[in-house]
């Protein structure tokens, strides 16, 4: 469904990618792992067009759309829930989920009835504002407006950092639900351990270059380590 070819990323004159091949097929869940300052919130964020790259550089069902605008690979069916959440914190609960629908306005309450459906918590919070949720909350609802799109394809970066164990648990319940129904995920996660028994496949990325993927069941210890720091 999604690949990238030969992607290469740039921050000004600073190259946080280079030539990263990635593909994540129909209905497949791929991890993204590795350090801090790997490049992995790089990539999706390129993904998502809010860092530029060639057309030809990534593909969607085959359509190159490197380089488009954020809300034209948002109308394509690609969705980004970004690290730290980035919720509004002065509308409510509702309003932040809607927001995320705003491609396809006419599909907005759909959107926001698919959300409730997955998070029930958050329905009983829907006139609540954004800044009076706790972390897990915030990182539902996160999420929420990513799906309120509809998107066929979603990029999760980092949705436990600081998050207690049971409401990480809770989270990767939902995005369970959404691999049961068939949504292609790509999704960067620190904890090793818990992206490599969620995902199909794992992508390892060091200093902006691909070290390791492979069946992320098969990976071994040793081959992840080497992956990380090169010895």
């Known amino acids: ?19 990263v091949d990635v593909a994540v097929a129909a209905g497949e869940t791929v991890a993204l792992i590795g350090a801090n300052g790997a490049g992995k919130s790089t990539l999706l ?22 380089g488009l605008a954020p809300e034209a690979i948002v109308a394509k069916g690609v969705a980004l829930t970004p690290e730290g959440r980035r919720i509004f914190p002065s509308l409510t609960v509702e309003e932040n989920i809607a927001i995320g629908a705003w491609t396809c306005r006419r599909a907005a309450r759909e959107g926001v009835e698919r959300a409730f459906a997955l998070f029930p918590a958050l329905a009983e919070l829907k006139r609540r504002g954004g800044a009076e949720l706790s972390g897990g909350q915030q990182q539902m609802l996160a999420i929420a407006r990513s799906l309120a799109s509809s998107p066929r394809f979603l990029l999760c970066d980092e949705i436990s950092l600081g998050l207690a164990p049971v409401v990480i648990d809770k989270l990767y319940e939902a995005l369970a639900a959404l691999k049961r129904d068939g949504r292609a995920m790509l999704i960067v996660e620190q904890d090793v351990g818990r992206a490599l028994a969620f995902a ?12 390791l993927h492979g069946r992320a069941a098969a990976l071994t210890h040793d081959e992840i380590h080497v992956a990380y720091f090169g010895t």
């Open 1 to 19: 469904m999604l690949e990238t070819r030969a992607l290469d990323s740039h921050y000004g004159d600073f190259q946080a990618l280079f030539s």
């Open 45 to 66: 964020r390129t993904i998502a067009g809010l860092n530029p790259a060639r057309r030809d550089a990534i593909l969607l069902a085959g359509e190159p759309i490197g």
């Open 200 to 211: 199909d496949r794992a992508y390892c990325l060091r200093e902006g270059r691909v070290t």
